[in-house]
DNA sequence: GAGGTTGATGAAACTAGTTACATATGTCAA
DNA sequence: TTGACATATGTAACTAGTTTCATCAACCTC
């Protein structure tokens, strides 16, 4: 006998709620979904019979009816940069008014553990997933075309990815922030960029810069990204015997720890040096001095994002790629560079 | 060009596979689920089959027979304050070894929105959740009662709490702050914090600092928990005819804000002003000058948190609370205050 | 009073998997 | 040669909902 522990209570479902309300199974589902059809007095029963059996209907069930689960997956390097905070928080916020929840993973930028959790999101269901970058792993790029997955580039523009791209021109962006300390004069800059391995944002960002053709001088220090790098970017910048006029970093994080790097080297942001970013992170107009900066639309983009991926789940309509505009914020960090008669 | 995938025709299913495979779905189900004891040629003949037919199990359906969904829901009140983004970040990373996704929703620390999206997660199928803070709506303690899906609270440590809390003593952790400062002889404190209302992370640090019942003078100012919100601060301080020994943040975002307000105020820190923190994140070590303040440990927390919620989840029972320790940070924004005779 | 319409409800089929149990075949020992 | 057992597979019941179609009573119309 499997006889039933009444303590041992399990959870009530649909047909428990039936038999105790005195109804079938359909019309319990009625008062879950159209309660109006149902007659006054048998509502209050099932109702009743549904509050006393603490009765909460099984996720798993309805989403198996209706084929939706109603929540979709984001795939993003890091949380630690608020750059992809502000793009997630854009993103969970505008998704929810299309009643889809976000599941956030971080991939710590390598492809193989992108590609297995985008493979753990799909097997919980997820109706769709947002994407960093276009560089993917093989077993990434196998799972959707199997899965048929609606898929989002962000922070990329590319019309010829496979995927539609929600994002700005990483090239153009990098190439607006080297344009404007040329034209402060600037001849000698060092570019303070992330790690360039599976980081096709930073590569599109550094091959923007040479493409310019400009004929200064351009040296370059990878590291971190992160205040610690732009720190310890900073200590090899200041060690060589030939100082740079500018400092441009390619991620705003990284030029707030540069900004450290070079005030604890007693080093004066702009006068001595001028630093810019790329990003337009809060802390960016905030320092002391605040930093020039090319504003990237994150937040724009989480939106975008959001509505493009809510539609395609319900349209099956493959989105149009868009592309978001970067621009340049001046700020106290640059300053033109004086020229050689100008001094003292 | 957005038109209908002409490959609409609907996902295969378990029966389509086992019907073009020839073979029962008991057998596809089982190359699925332990393909051991399935037949080599059976199984090759399955699995051309599923690769033929593109079939994806449904991830509904599994669900509906196992009971789980394998993901849980975090309710933060925003991903714009690092501390968060890092409590996450630990919180996911340990969750997936234990094959759990997380969902991640954001509150504004607004208590309706909390319990809305509690409800949005619940449906959805979330296994568990991770609140933030004591303080709830009433639907929301409805809803986990009626349900009874595990829940615990983070950022908090109350053992008398009706969930289970995993968290750091925020009272405790704020009186270590003021007596640091009290101990460099600092008699007039400005304490700056962030929003009171339905905040009581914040409530619990003041009233630690009140109930120390030092004589010394406290002066507060609310303000947004931001850099700009510290700035804003900084300006409100600076504007009052008597100057604090030294500013006490209750979030070490706000401190870097005042800092920079600060120094845009050409008020040196720690000369004029000694300037104290609560958090410690990575910002306050690589800031000029370095930020003293409490440790909140929360990627241990992240991680406790992930342990004890996998745990409840597999085995039903309910953790045990866990207090976690801050401890103090000395870094150079605090220094003893002079006695008056040595002045000059 | 027959026929039509509306409203409320139920029986059963349906979603897409897993799984308990039954069955068929093959191997080996008695 | 037969029973015992393992191996491989199939049948059908099961998970927990939604939905279609049928039924029946009440009311209205002619």
Avoid at 322 to 341: C, G, H, M, N, W
Wanted: hydrophobic letters at 40%.
């Amino acid at each position: 006998m499997t006889q039933k522990d009444p303590t041992l209570k399990k959870r009530a479902n649909l047909r428990d709620v039936a038999k105790a309300a005195g109804v079938s199974v359909a019309t319990v589902s009625r008062v879950l979904n159209e309660p109006g059809v149902v007659k006054k007095e048998t509502l209050e029963k099932v109702q009743k019979a549904i509050a006393d059996l603490r009765f909460v209907p099984s996720a798993a069930a309805r989403a198996i009816n209706s084929g939706r689960t109603r929540f979709v997956g984001a795939l993003v390097p890091t949380l630690d940069n608020a750059i992809f905070a502000r793009f997630l928080a854009a993103l969970e916020r505008r998704l929810s008014q299309d009643g889809l929840s976000l599941i956030v993973a971080t991939t710590e930028s390598d492809l193989e553990v992108e590609a297995e959790k985008a493979k753990g999101l799909v097997d919980i269901g997820a109706e769709g997933l947002i994407i960093t970058g276009a560089t993917h792993a093989a077993e990434f790029h196998d799972l959707i075309e199997r899965t048929r997955i609606p898929t989002i580039v962000t922070s990329y523009f590319d019309v010829s990815n496979p995927f539609p791209t929600i994002g700005y021109d990483n090239k153009a962006a990098a190439q607006l922030a080297l344009r404007h300390l040329i034209k402060l004069g600037h001849r000698r800059i060092a570019v303070v960029h992330g790690p360039v391995h599976n980081n096709d944002r930073t590569q599109a960002r550094l091959s923007g810069l040479h493409e310019l053709n400009w004929d200064g001088e351009i040296t370059t220090v990878e590291t971190e990204i992160s205040l610690r790098g732009g720190a310890e970017a900073t200590a090899r910048i200041v060690n060589r015997s030939v100082k740079p006029d500018a400092i441009l970093c390619l991620s705003d994080v990284v030029a707030l720890g540069v900004l450290f790097g070079l005030q604890s080297n007693g080093i004066s942001v702009p006068d001595e040096v001028s630093l810019m970013g790329l990003d337009d992170l809060p802390s960016s107009a905030v320092a002391v001095p605040s930093i020039t900066t090319v504003h990237l639309p994150v937040s724009t983009m989480g939106e975008r994002a959001a509505i493009a991926l809510a539609r395609w789940i319900s349209t099956q309509e493959r989105p149009e790629p868009e592309r978001l505009e970067a621009d340049l914020v001046e700020r106290s960090s640059t300053i033109r560079k004086r020229a050689f008669d100008e001094y003292g």
